[in-house]
């Protein structure tokens, strides 16, 4: 508690009005960096106010952190890898000689596309209209490792798309900022008499990776490469298209499997198995063979007794998943009490990169990495039957609190 003694400062207390022992300052500390206390750390002088400003130096892409040290007049860090736009030089990006480039006008060859997206495992997608135009996609791209097929939407008509859609539900699909494409192109799908919800959004978006930016920034600083946009403007609608669109279009599509193959560590121009490792979302098999492997009575199926949520954390570069009952809300200020650090929601949409599962389908099983942190709020110790997620939305994992319990570190993290 933070105890003001008039216009000369504050001092920190206890509940008891004892004053908070010197071991525990720097968890003091890390709250008022959590809660963006300026005014009460400034309240306390120095050296709490250069404590606070290092804190917040050391969280140099956290926009909130970086607002703060303006409005201080501190100095902001830059941020890591940051590459300026004028800088972003380096080769131009080329599509690899041994790349078969394919465009699709005609319905028996679309169906022989349709038949190799099905049966490859790990795809990059892109779409091409006219800017400003309101109109729908004019052309998809989608890229293997050996063959870019490029679907004409212009030659083959709207109803090519909910066929196109129904096969790119086999490989891992990469895009980057891909969900204007998913929602121009489902909407184009049921004009065209396909029954497509283009809601949520069922691929894997690399801009969720890389952080910030554009694609051109994006293989810049990962690839060291240049992408050159001047075909992105162009009119998308005129048949036949040009040589430098046909171009332009299978590298904006095939550049995403570079791009991940980068970002995921592999090795070559395109490591299939490395993408896979890094973005294929997780499902309920996967929680069903870790389940299996932890010993515990367990049975995945409909949600009995009290239903708990999973929530995804980020701490100190840590992944952390907290289970807590589903009516309840969790304490972020708990839980940096518990973890030591600086704690922050994982947006929805990056779940499935982190931790595997989309939302709605994220539980204390089959974690995408083994080092991640699970922590079980206390109140769902005593429950005979906790349902948590299974890895689908119409399925749960159903055990004793005792046995979630188990699963990691047991405390009071909800918001009461």
Not at 106 to 114: I, R, S
Not at 211 to 233: M, N, S, Y
Not at 301 to 321: F, H, N, S
Request: charged share 20%.
């Amino acid at each position: 508690v933070m105890r003001s003694k008039g216009h000369g400062g504050a001092e920190l207390l206890g509940l008891s009005g004892v004053p908070v022992p010197e071991q525990l300052r720097d968890e003091v500390l890390a709250l008022c960096v959590q809660r963006r206390d300026t005014v009460g750390v400034l309240a306390l002088g120095e050296p709490w106010r250069a404590q606070y400003v290092q804190a917040l130096q050391r969280c140099p892409e956290d926009k909130g952190a970086r607002a703060v040290l303006k409005q201080l007049g501190a100095e902001v860090p830059p941020l890591p890898d940051a590459v300026p736009r004028k800088e972003l030089g380096g080769a131009p990006a080329r599509l690899p000689a041994d790349v078969r480039v394919e465009l699709v006008v005609e319905q028996a060859v679309l169906e022989q596309a349709l038949s190799w997206i099905q049966a490859s495992a790990v795809v990059g997608l892109d779409a091409e209209w006219v800017p400003s135009s309101g109109s729908g996609v004019s052309l998809v791209q989608v890229a293997g490792r050996e063959l870019v097929v490029l679907i004409d939407v212009e030659a083959l008509g709207a109803e090519c798309l909910p066929l196109l859609l129904a096969a790119l539900t086999s490989p891992l699909v990469l895009t980057y900022g891909g969900a204007t494409d998913h929602k121009r192109i489902s909407a184009m799908a049921r004009e065209g008499g396909g029954d497509v919800d283009g809601g949520t959004f069922p691929w894997c978006d690399l801009a969720e990776d890389v952080g910030r930016g554009g694609l051109q920034r994006a293989v810049g600083e990962k690839l060291g490469l240049r992408v050159e946009k001047i075909e992105q403007k162009s009119d998308w609608k005129r048949r036949p298209l040009r040589d430098a669109q046909v171009a332009y279009a299978a590298l904006d599509a095939y550049i995403l499997l570079q791009l991940a193959t980068r970002c995921a560590g592999g090795v070559g121009d395109v490591d299939e198995a490395a993408i896979e490792r890094r973005y294929r979302r997780l499902g309920a098999e996967n929680v069903a063979e870790a389940v299996a492997a932890s010993g515990l009575a367990c049975l995945i199926g409909p949600a009995a007794g009290i239903v708990a949520k999973t929530l995804g954390v980020e701490c100190l570069g840590r992944l952390v998943v907290v289970v807590l009952p589903s009516a309840a809300k969790l304490d972020l200020t708990k839980l940096v009490m518990v973890m030591g650090g600086d704690c922050k929601l994982v947006p929805l949409s990056k779940l499935p990169l982190l931790f595997g599962y989309l939302p709605g389908s994220l539980g204390p099983f089959g974690l995408r990495d083994r080092t991640t942190v699970v922590v079980v709020d206390v109140s769902l110790r005593n429950h005979p039957a906790v349902s948590v997620g299974a890895g689908d939305p119409g399925l749960s994992a159903v055990l004793s609190g005792e046995a979630l319990c188990s699963l990691g570190i047991v405390t009071g993290v909800c918001d009461v």
